[in-house]
Structures are given as C-alpha cells and as structure tokens.
C-alpha cells in the first residue's frame, strides 16, 4: 500500500539511478586514484551491471542508507533517521548497507548469523530461494561498495573531511574480500578494481616519505589542510606572475593544457618563481629523508586555482619526482584531479 511516488527524488532504483552510483564512483574514486582505464569497456559492463541490478526490483521499501548511524535508540526502542532517499528497490540492499558497512568490522560469524536472521524475518512477506539470494547478494555488495567508495571520494578527496578519509581503507578491504572470487560476468570491471585494490594496497604499505603536491585557488575553497596530522610545509602565491586567465584564448583551459603551459614557459617571472621554491623544498625533502619523515606538504595558490597554482603544483611534481626516490600525491583542488606518482 506505499505510494512510491512519493519517493524522492526517485520513486524507484531504476537504470539511471544505478548508473548515478556507479559513475559517482567513477568520477570521484576511481578517477582520483590514478589508476588508468578504458572508459567506453569501463561503462560496457557499468551498464550491464545496473540492468542486472534492476532485474532484482522485489517490489519492496528499500531505506538506501541503512546503517548504524541512521539507527538510534530512545527508550530501548530503535528509530530510524536520514531515510529520505529511500524508494522502491531489492530487499538485498539495505542489508548490505548495514552489514558491509565500512566502519561497522563485523565478524563474519555475525555477519552470518545476522543474515539467518533477516531472511528468516522476511520470508513473512516474501518467499525467498536462499541459494538465489546469495547469489544476487553479491552483486548488490558490489554495487554498494562502488556508491560508498564515491562517496568517500567526493567527501574525503575533495571536499577534505577527515573523517570520510579514515573510511576509505575498510571499505577498500569489503571489496578486497568480494574479489577473492573473480567477477566473471563483468571481466573488464574485475581487471580494474583489482587494480585499484593493489594501488591502494601499495599506498598503504609505503613507509617513506610521501610529498603532497596542491594547486589551489584563494578565492574559493582557500589554503589546503594538511590531512597527514603534521601541519606546516610550504604555501606558495602565484598570483604574481602574469596571469594567462585574463586572456579569452586560455579562459577555458588549465595548467594541464598545452597552450597554457606555453605561455608560462615564456614568462621568466614563473621560472624564477619556481627555482627559488624548488630550492626552499629540496633542502626540507633531503633532510626529511634523513630523519626518516613521512610527511610534507607543498602548496600553489592563485586566484581561481585553475591556470597558474596548477602549472607550479606540475612542475613542482615532476621536479621532485625526477630528483628524489619519493612518493608523490598531486592534488588539483578545483579542477578536481588527484593522482598519486610512486617512487621509481
């Protein structure tokens, strides 16, 4: 007797809204790992993934964002909170979102033990075949897993929360665990999270000292925070050298556009800039080294982040890259871009 039409903004988990979650991982994850990917193959099996998802429309309430802390309890009693994305969708989902949450860690005798649970309670509406429910299970782990690992992109990555960052290696664990038996149906998609996995795998285990490189914009989101814990390193002002944005021909590009990086290149004002500030970093990167550091942070700022503090952040990175062994993680604030260079 619910009116799903009264759902918002969609009534239902449809092939668009399917498609909303596995791009938001693509642009906001994915894209800013630097893991490299044929996006057309990518999005072949994208789009078969999302009809199989919408194939399981079981015709039931699904909440969308079930987990612990949408769940509070007042007189010993559960109530629910933040259900308003919720619309018609597989009864599979909400309890992946519960389960496989990132920062819940339970046990998989619990976890087991749950799902008994829930099955035996919603087979006093449904019938449901419990081999074929497991099967379709996984999928809709897949799917979840890819949603949130966006959201952990958009709002750790780009945005700067903390607090979505610290979520992002449990989540990338969840679907370590669900590759250990390949994704055969959709080949191209396994290849790349595999990959992905080992990158981020590989992130997490180096113990040398990692440079973080940022283009930013004064006039928006302003001067980084330095997320390692440390604070400090060096912020830059590039907004001395003349600006290529004052011109129509460069308004639309970047610092990563040939045509820009042409025009700095004849500016003797930006080499001079950028041999003073590759000086100052050289002699904190070797004395870092060491002592055994893990942690600097480099910043470009100009006006909008978008032509000069890019090209600087560029520069910057390759500098070190080519003169030291160590890592690098290029931030381009607002043009959203985010890449890590491993050490040779």
């Keep these: 007797g619910l009116d799903f039409s009264r759902c918002y903004p969609v009534d239902s988990m449809n092939k668009r809204a399917v498609m909303w979650d596995l791009n938001y991982f693509k642009y906001y994850f994915l894209k800013t790992s630097g ?14 993934l999302a009809s199989y998802i ?36 597989p009864y599979h989902y909400d309890i992946v979102s519960f389960l496989w949450q990132a920062k819940a860690n339970f046990p998989d005798w619990l976890r087991e ?34 949603q949130v690992l966006g959201a952990y992109g958009f709002r750790g ?10 979520s992002i290696p449990k989540a990338l664990e969840n679907l370590r665990e669900l590759l250990t038996e390949p994704l055969d149906e959709y080949a191209y998609l396994n290849s790349v999270l595999n990959k992905l996995v080992k990158e981020e795998a590989t992130d997490e285990a180096y113990d040398g000292l990692t440079v973080k490189v940022a283009s930013f914009g004064f006039r928006k989101h302003g001067i980084p925070e330095d997320n ?35 025009f700095l290149e004849r500016e003797d004002d930006m080499h001079r800039f950028l041999e003073h500030a590759f000086a100052l970093v050289d002699a904190s990167v070797e004395r870092y080294i060491k002592r055994g550091f893990q942690h600097l942070m480099v910043s470009f700022g100009c006006t909008g982040g978008q032509h000069r503090s890019v090209y600087s ?20 604030i607002e043009q959203n871009v985010h890449k890590v260079i491993n050490p040779k």
């Design 35 to 48: 893991v490299e990917f044929d996006e057309d193959k990518l999005e072949d099996d994208f789009d078969r």
């Design 157 to 166: 990555r780009i945005e700067r929360k903390p607090h979505f960052l610290q």
């Design 313 to 332: 952040a560029e520069r910057m990175a390759r500098h070190l890259h080519e003169k030291y062994n160590v890592r690098i993680v290029v931030d381009h």
């Design 54 to 89: 919408v194939s399981l429309d079981t015709g039931t309430f699904m909440y969308r964002d079930f987990q612990s802390r949408n769940v509070m309890t007042l007189d010993g009693q559960p109530w629910f909170i933040d259900f308003q994305g919720g619309r018609r969708g």
């Design 228 to 262: 390692s814990g440390n604070g400090g390193g060096f912020v830059f002002d590039c907004r001395a050298i003349h600006n290529p944005g004052r011109y129509d021909d460069y308004k639309s590009l970047t610092g990563l556009d040939r045509e820009v990086i042409e």
């Design 113 to 146: 033990r749950l799902l008994d649970v829930y099955i035996e309670s919603a087979s006093r509406y449904i019938a449901i075949d419990r081999r074929r429910f497991d099967e379709e299970l996984r999928y809709v782990r897949l799917l979840r897993i890819l």
